[in-house]
């Protein structure tokens, strides 16, 4: 029999759970309000459950991180520090599951409230398992950082549940090895292979089948209720801002134009235009946000140039792009790049 489960990021609704554990880690090395620099997040909500940021400013908090330390292996560390409780309800309905599969398709139904970065997906086909993931936005410089987190975090919890080692037999990362690549087998116990072509874990899904000894129908029942209501604040209805926003970031670099948005939202341009502006906004302003996100992305978490920068943001011509970005920040992207990293 086949399960299969997916996990589509929400580029405007991010759990916080994740930097919770983050922040816990670093307390002793990475200031709470240097974690956030630049970020637009308010240190007094991270430990709320009911946070929810973008997924740019994540991935902003990221960069902080790998940029205010040199630890090798961040990712893997922070994983491995992982406990159902950072995860609230969700965790706790995790464990009180009655199998390991049970579990893990559970966790995809609500991942959301957890917010990873990178599109995710399980199979399992008898007694083959597979994770999958691969990146929404391109993160570069992050990748590693994202894969080592969440793989070791999930490798953290499975191991909670069944309270024995994880079955994996080979994972396979989509970057070359870095120097410190004894501490993956350390930390996965399998095979490890680089500069694959894709991002991937298999495993030996016996396991899955087998009763865990944490299940326990009255809290499992309890915690879902929660996770559900939970899921229907992040789930809320978007505006149409939102929901714009959310189809440019889907495709960068190849933004429809205002009569493409028009037709898959099921309304003429005309009618758009008219919806947008009692929302106090355009059609361009919202394409010029959704540009200077990414652009401020790309300059601070990669090292590509100015005119790569320029062609993943769509523009043809970088001095046109130059030209906007001088406008959104009132830098270069160049001079915008210097300064922050220094």
Not at 168 to 191: H, M
Not at 201 to 227: R, V
């Amino acid at each position: 029999m086949k399960y299969i489960a997916a996990y589509e990021p929400d580029m405007k609704a991010c759990g916080v759970l994740d930097l919770q554990l983050l922040s816990r880690y670093l307390q002793s090395t990475v200031p709470m309000d240097e974690l956030l620099e630049g970020t637009g997040i308010d240190a007094g909500c991270i430990h709320s459950p009911d946070t929810h940021i973008t997924l740019m400013q994540k991935l902003a908090v990221f960069n902080n991180a790998l940029s205010k330390t040199d630890e090798p292996g961040l990712g893997l560390k922070v994983g491995q520090q992982a406990r159902f409780s950072d995860f609230g309800v969700l965790g706790y309905a995790v464990f009180s599951s009655n199998t390991l599969l049970d579990a893990l398709m559970m966790g995809f139904k609500y991942l959301r409230l957890a917010g990873p970065v990178l599109r995710k997906s399980m199979k399992v086909d008898g007694n083959e398992g597979y994770f999958r993931a691969d990146q929404l936005v391109e993160l570069d410089s992050l990748l590693p950082f994202c894969c080592e987190y969440w793989f070791a975090a999930v490798l953290k919890l499975c191991e909670e549940v069944i309270q024995q080692p994880f079955p994996s037999t080979v994972i396979y990362f989509p970057y070359p090895k870095p120097d410190y690549a004894a501490l993956y087998e350390e930390t996965f116990q399998c095979e490890v292979v680089f500069d694959s072509e894709r991002l991937e874990w298999q495993f030996n899904a016996e396991k899955l089948y087998e009763s865990l000894p944490t299940a326990n129908a009255m809290t499992l029942t309890q915690c879902l209720k929660s996770c559900d209501e939970m899921l229907a604040k992040v789930n809320g209805a978007l505006t149409l801002n939102e929901k714009i926003t959310q189809m440019l970031l889907e495709r960068p670099g190849q933004y429809p134009s205002i009569e493409v948005l028009s037709s898959e939202l099921g309304m003429s341009s005309r009618t758009l235009r008219r919806h947008l502006k009692t929302e106090n906004t355009s059609y361009q302003h919202i394409l010029d946000h959704v540009r200077y996100s990414l652009a401020r992305h790309y300059l601070l978490s990669t090292h590509i140039s100015i005119e790569e920068v320029s062609e993943r943001v769509g523009y043809s011509d970088s001095a046109n792009f130059r030209q906007a970005f001088r406008k959104w920040s009132g830098h270069s992207p160049r001079a915008y790049r210097t300064q922050h990293l220094a």
